[in-house]
């Protein structure tokens, strides 16, 4: 491998693209260091280190952001905002037709959609900025334990509608400029732009993490739960390469002088269909509960809400590792139902002349694709469920709440995984196109 990316540093073209995703890497980890205006760095790292990185309903959202949100800086929202809006886009594109219309017309359309998912980008993220804005004011970023640090002060002589709308256009500005980021990184860089500034934020807090459990638990468990961090992405990089190849003939055709057609292929249906996508709906939706119980006076809690923060928010209930895991089976099957579309694969095959040894085209072949997807969704729904399920058995296992951050499993090692595989297919390719060995041997 190490000669592999000596030989991609050596082919020019290539050596340039990998230098440019760097370079844009380390521009965007700036941006997520740099204070934005108004707030008191200061004050933030008192806070954070006053409660030890436990903020409930945020902390899946500053992993994803490489710890930026809980500092309110330049690109504390990250590339969340752009995520929701592409998976608001890609349902709605099933239930609008003039979506649906625009998907099938190739790359214009595509275009059109990847032109909205940019204005609803910046819609959500002036939204989720001026949430995270007012609950910085208010003291409940930090769930109100830090009242004496006050991250954005008052008095500084600007009045303070002036500075929270300041801080709420340079919060979305930030969401502008990483999406331009990423979009870059998928243009001239190596992989995917967004997935890639996903993989550097997750990244950036193995450190921090992984040192904090050491400091609090000793060598024994850190090297425990490390010899376990590599058996969990051992298990996730096999069940990720892993498909079922469903054989297609196409039967030869003359048109003209040429003979076409008479070649065989094959449909890959992955395990993990859905990819990460379940994770996050089941994830979102947990986290309702605890921002209701915002809403509710902290100090008179009524049997409901207490019943709601010992199930539905302690990480290590029963209740909630059951709720979670049903809720991303759900989810799962419910994704791949709207993503692929057995009836129209089919109907695409038997109008090229393509069918599956042993199936009859048109609505048996359809069937039986929903026959096998059904199947295999199964193993990955469940695949799914419990690697995203083992952070709450951490929380028991080592007995602290603030490792509700905990970045060595779940959905962190999912993400990782996922584009640690996909941008080495892509070097692979591009080496392989030169006649180098590539990474595989």
């Known amino acids: 491998m190490l000669s592999a990316f000596l030989s991609a540093f050596r082919t020019p073209d290539l050596r340039k693209k990998l230098l440019f995703t760097i370079g844009i890497i380390a521009i965007y980890r700036l941006g997520a260091a740099l204070p934005s205006p108004g707030v008191s760095y200061t004050n933030v790292q008192k806070c954070i280190d006053a409660t030890q990185g436990s903020t409930g309903v945020l902390n899946l959202l500053n992993l994803f952001s490489g710890g930026a949100l809980l500092q309110l800086s330049v690109f504390a929202l990250g590339i969340m905002p752009y995520i929701t809006a592409s998976i608001i886009l890609?349902?709605?594109?099933?239930?609008?037709?003039?979506?649906?219309?625009?998907?099938?017309?190739?790359?214009?359309?595509?275009?059109?959609?990847?032109q909205y998912t940019r204005y609803l980008t910046l819609g959500l993220g002036v939204l989720q900025a001026s949430a995270f804005v007012a609950l910085a004011r208010s003291?409940?970023?930090?769930?109100?334990?830090?009242?004496?640090?006050?991250?954005?002060?008052?008095?500084?002589?600007i009045p303070d509608w002036l500075t929270l709308t300041i801080l709420v256009m340079t919060m979305t500005a930030?969401?502008?400029?990483?999406?331009?980021?990423?979009?870059?990184?998928?243009?001239?860089?190596?992989?995917?732009?967004?997935?890639?500034?996903?993989?550097?934020?997750?990244?950036?807090?193995?450190?921090?993490?992984?040192?904090?459990?050491?400091?609090?638990?000793?060598?024994?468990?850190?090297?425990?739960?490390?010899?376990?961090?590599?058996?969990?992405?051992?298990?996730?990089?096999?069940?990720?390469?892993?498909q079922r190849?469903?054989?297609?003939?196409?039967?030869?055709?003359?048109?003209?002088?040429?003979?076409?057609?008479?070649?065989?292929?094959?449909?890959?249906?992955?395990?993990?269909?859905?990819?990460?996508?379940?994770?996050?709906?089941?994830?979102?939706?947990?986290?309702?509960?605890?921002?209701?119980?915002?809403?509710?006076?902290?100090?008179?809690?009524?049997?409901?809400?207490?019943?709601?923060?010992?199930?539905?928010?302690?990480?290590?209930?029963?209740?909630?590792?059951?709720v979670y895991f049903l809720l991303i089976i759900f989810f799962t099957y419910f994704y791949v139902s709207i993503t692929f579309n057995p009836t129209e694969v089919a109907d695409n095959m038997k109008k090229y002349g393509g069918f599956v040894p042993g199936i009859r085209p048109g609505k048996p072949t359809a069937d039986y694709l929903d026959f096998i997807l059904s199947r295999i969704t199964l193993p990955g729904a469940l695949y799914l469920a419990v690697v995203s399920i083992l952070p709450n058995f951490f929380f028991i296992w080592l007995d602290r709440q603030q490792y509700l951050n905990f970045p060595f499993g779940g959905t962190a090692v999912l993400i990782m995984v996922g584009v640690g595989l996909e941008t080495t297919k892509q070097i692979e390719s591009q080496l392989m196109q030169r006649n180098y060995e590539g990474f595989l041997r």
Request: charged share 15%.
């Open 139 to 157: 003291g409940q970023l930090f769930q109100n334990q830090c009242d004496q640090f006050p991250i954005i002060p008052e008095g500084t002589g």
């Open 174 to 242: 930030g969401t502008g400029v990483v999406m331009w980021l990423g979009e870059l990184i998928t243009g001239r860089g190596v992989g995917n732009g967004m997935s890639v500034l996903i993989f550097t934020s997750i990244a950036a807090r193995l450190p921090a993490e992984g040192w904090t459990i050491k400091e609090s638990q000793g060598w024994a468990k850190f090297l425990l739960v490390i010899a376990l961090v590599l058996v969990i992405i051992t298990a996730v990089t096999f069940i990720e390469q892993s």
């Open 90 to 114: 890609q349902l709605l594109t099933v239930v609008i037709p003039r979506l649906e219309q625009l998907r099938k017309e190739g790359q214009a359309g595509q275009a059109k959609i990847t």
């Open 245 to 322: 190849r469903i054989p297609v003939q196409y039967a030869k055709r003359m048109i003209g002088r040429r003979m076409y057609g008479g070649t065989s292929t094959y449909i890959p249906l992955k395990v993990n269909q859905a990819g990460v996508i379940p994770v996050i709906f089941g994830s979102s939706l947990l986290y309702l509960p605890q921002l209701a119980l915002q809403f509710f006076d902290q100090n008179n809690q009524g049997r409901t809400q207490v019943w709601i923060q010992n199930n539905l928010v302690d990480p290590t209930s029963p209740i909630y590792i059951g």
